[in-house]
């Protein structure tokens, strides 16, 4: 009787049958390793985003007081050195008494909105674009601030609150 009448195919040819299941266990456990490192990286670099965001709104608002629109264009300055996301960042007033209205935060047309005065608009961006909306990226920010007025004439100031707007994308 010979091997052949056995039915012996040879080394792999009897591992063959469990050689299957162990090439399709390592194939799974590499796809969901890929995919599960995939959705961690998305996350992360979301989350970076984010710190980025919250920094550079800290480079705009500071102390959260600003003296006038000479101080906010020097922190607008400084947060144009952050280059990971596009920005535009802006003061919007707040309601300070009766008959003033609030009325709320299009992004897509807060632009004209800004705070103005003598000095110039209260505006910073880093680029020339206004934001997308439909844009997945985009985060919107909001902070409180104080903001000092100067009453030349009485030689007095005032302190009104504002509001900070960060919208920000990639």
Known sequence: MSIAENGFLGPIGDDLPSLIPLLFALVMF???FTFSWNVFDKRNSAFGD??????????IRGDNYLTGFGQFAE???EAKTVKRVSFLAGLLPLKTGPGQD???IDVETMRPDFFS???GKFECTNTDSPPDVANTSLIVRFFPIAMEFKDEA?????VKPMLLVVA???
Not at 50 to 59: R, Y
Not at 154 to 158: A, G, K, P, S
């Open 30 to 32: 590499f796809y969901i």
């Open 168 to 170: 920000a994308w990639k």
């Open 117 to 119: 005065s003598a000095a």
């Open 154 to 158: 009485r030689n007095m100031f005032y």
């Open 75 to 77: 922190r607008c300055f």
């Open 50 to 59: 984010a710190l980025t965001i919250l920094d550079l709104s800290g480079k």
């Open 102 to 104: 609030f009325k709320g």
